[in-house]
């Protein structure tokens, strides 16, 4: 509450200087992504709040029938080892059904949803069919989108990392009615990177390449989701830019870190719907320019 109780005193005095704003060149820009990531924080807060229903899961045919829960211990560290096992040995069905179980009791920490995520993945791939490829994939996302609320910020994204591989494969196995949530989870993960770095940043550019790619790759689909999604894409190059223009004014920089930026910048760049806006591709050719190296192995962009 008393984050809260700043930002409104700032807020207050914003308002009181509110004929002179239009006189600050970054006002817009700045509360324009202010805005966006309140905006973003809410709905991550609701959606943690929001009761999840507990899914249960019917075990693949494949597996037969004897049930595993009465093989699940109450301890973590057990759990733990029995599913390590189970994904070594390539039973990724057992593996599943105890990293669910687990979480039934209690919320479980990462590395279990990682050998689950694993698992389901092998599952698709070996399944016999594509109706009992789809069906794995889609309890697939149902688990992974089960376990999300209350992780903390960083769990989160990788969380949504996990749920875009998985609805990735739920669209190529013939789920056309899941882009929109494939879209939907590839922009929260995006959004929520750029809550905690800058957008000339490689993480924020690599969520960024991300969604331009998943976009790039459904270009026929038409929606609202999707015309949303590329305005964030083509907004968020136009913040990359600006921002790449702020740094350069620090004078010195990693250049590794630099050319990795630039090269997923100028990746996305070549995405067609992006080279098709004629926005995009002014602010490319009026704020980017090629970034010389000094002689002290530094970068120093002259923007």
């Known amino acids: 509450m008393e984050r809260i109780r700043e930002i409104q005193k700032n807020l207050e005095l914003l308002a009181e200087m509110d004929e002179h704003l239009e006189n600050c060149e970054e006002w817009n820009i700045v509360g324009q992504e202010i805005v966006k990531k309140l905006g973003t924080i809410r709905k991550e807060v609701e959606r943690s709040v929001a009761p999840t229903p507990p899914i249960l899961l019917t075990p693949p045919g494949s597996c037969g029938s004897g049930s595993i829960f009465s093989d699940t211990s109450s301890s973590t560290d057990n ?19 105890l990293v669910e179980s687990a979480n039934r009791e209690s919320p479980v920490d990462m590395c279990l949803i ?42 989160k994204i990788e969380l949504l990392d996990y749920e875009a591989v998985a609805y990735e494969k739920i669209v190529r196995l013939g789920g056309t009615s899941d882009i929109e949530k494939l879209i939907e989870v590839v922009v929260r993960s995006y959004e929520m990177v750029t809550l905690l770095n800058r957008p000339y940043h490689i993480l924020s550019l690599q969520k960024l390449f991300r969604l331009a790619y998943v976009l790039h790759s459904e270009i026929d689909y038409e929606s609202d989701s999707f015309s949303h999604a590329k305005t964030v894409v083509l907004i968020g190059i136009q913040n990359v830019i600006r921002d790449r223009k702020k740094f350069s004014q620090l004078g010195k920089f990693n ?9 997923l910048l100028n990746q996305i ?25 000094s002689s002290q192995n530094n970068i120093v962009m002259r923007l």
């Open 114 to 155: 990682s050998l689950a995520h694993h698992s389901y993945s092998e599952m698709v791939n070996a399944a016999s069919g594509s109706d009992d490829a789809m069906k794995f994939a889609k309890w697939w996302a149902e688990f992974l989108d089960s376990v999300e609320a209350g992780r903390g910020h960083s769990e």
């Open 255 to 263: 250049e590794h870190s630099m050319k990795m930026c630039d090269e």
């Open 269 to 293: 760049f070549e995405f067609g719907f992006v080279k098709n806006d004629e926005n995009a591709v002014s602010f490319r050719l009026n704020s980017m320019s090629p970034i010389p190296i």
């Open 79 to 97: 759990v733990y080892t029995e599913a390590v096992e189970a994904y070594d040995q390539q039973i990724y069905s057992r593996c599943v059904r």
